[in-house]
């Protein structure tokens, strides 16, 4: 088990590395086999239904690489700002250690050319989040993020950012 | 392809090579059964990447269904419905449902993208200068048939310039 400051620790600096767009270091906090996952419908399997993100190692890094290339849709980028809330530390099982269950609003502002259409504007994300981790070594990492947001039902505008 | 009435065919044709690719591919088992069951000239046919464009609100493209919905002058609802293939091989729907999912929503590496330049777009439409939508990509090489069906090439604004052809018909004299 973890205690739970230490969870608070981990989900902080995952949050800081994001928020300060160090997106190498993120990849690294995952498992060859870790999930990057935005559910539509919570309660389906992957392969059921249609997912805003499910990522695996590969696609991950896909997902890194385009960020750094400035595709249209991160032209201006996003700048983010997680708020961690709510920790709770449940024991995991025989694929993973512990489960973190959180919540996080986060914050996002793409600033730039105000003529442009939504640009400048904050937006906020409310979603509930599961960090499935596995001890490697001295070092916690993650099997499986899950992020659940609150407006997953109604029509998001561009999201193509890391949450 | 554009129709007389305002509907609209895009087909880009698979080579022999991208054929044979998939032949060789983990999807080998999917193309040797629709072989089986269309022949192989009409199967070949239909792993072309096709968008099929019908007038005024519905479109088959990309294994989607897409209906669209006019909201107001400067809204307009787009709803994307993916489906499964029945009777195919399981990882040929995965394959599909994972390339989707890697292409087309909110977050993905595709569509995004789209939106981005379309919202530019609707910024610029805004201006007052320009009155006129150019859509004349390959209007010189545009072939019409005596059924009144226009042919161009898989780059050309062909089914644009029928949609919009068959809009001008109904909006002023049509019936």
């Known amino acids: 088990m973890i205690k739970r400051e230490k969870a608070e620790d981990f989900l902080y600096m995952e949050a800081r590395l994001i928020d300060q767009r160090n997106f190498c270091d993120w990849l690294e906090l995952f498992t060859k086999d870790g999930i990057y996952w935005l559910p539509i419908n919570e309660n389906s399997k992957p392969n059921d239904h249609l997912s805003l993100i499910y990522d695996d190692d590969l696609r991950r890094r896909e997902r890194v690489r385009r960020l750094a290339l400035s595709p249209p849709s991160q032209a201006p980028f996003s700048r983010t700002l997680h708020v961690v809330s709510n920790v709770e530390v449940v024991a995991g099982n025989d694929d993973h250690d512990v489960v973190l269950h959180s919540v996080q609003m986060v914050y996002e502002i793409r600033g730039g050319d105000d003529r442009q259409f939504e640009l400048g504007d904050a937006r906020i994300f409310a979603a509930r989040a599961e960090h499935r981790l596995r001890l490697h070594d001295t070092n916690w990492k993650i099997v499986l993020k899950r992020m659940v947001l609150l407006n997953r039902h109604i029509p998001i505008p561009n999201l193509t950012f890391i949450i | ?175």
């Open chain 2, 1 to 175: 392809m554009g129709f007389k009435n305002g509907h609209g065919i895009w087909e880009s044709p698979m080579t022999e090579g991208a054929i044979l690719a998939m032949k060789n591919g983990p999807h080998a088992e999917y193309v040797k059964e629709l072989e089986k069951l269309r022949g192989e000239k009409l199967a070949h046919q239909m792993l072309n990447s096709m968008n099929l464009m019908i007038f005024p609100n519905l479109a088959v493209a990309h294994g989607q269904l897409r209906v669209i919905r006019p909201i107001s002058v400067d809204k307009t609802e787009v709803s994307i419905h993916f489906y499964d293939l029945e009777q195919v091989p399981e990882n040929y729907n995965e394959f599909r449902m994972s390339g989707y999912q890697r292409f087309f929503g909110p977050a993905a590496f595709g569509s995004p993208d789209d939106v981005e330049i379309f919202s530019i777009n609707q910024t610029g439409l805004q201006a007052e200068e320009v009155e006129w939508l150019i859509l004349s990509r390959g209007l010189q090489r545009e072939k019409l048939d005596n059924q009144g069906v226009r042919t161009g090439d898989p780059t050309d604004e062909t089914p644009q310039r029928a949609f919009h052809r068959a809009w001008k018909h109904f909006m002023t004299n049509g019936s």
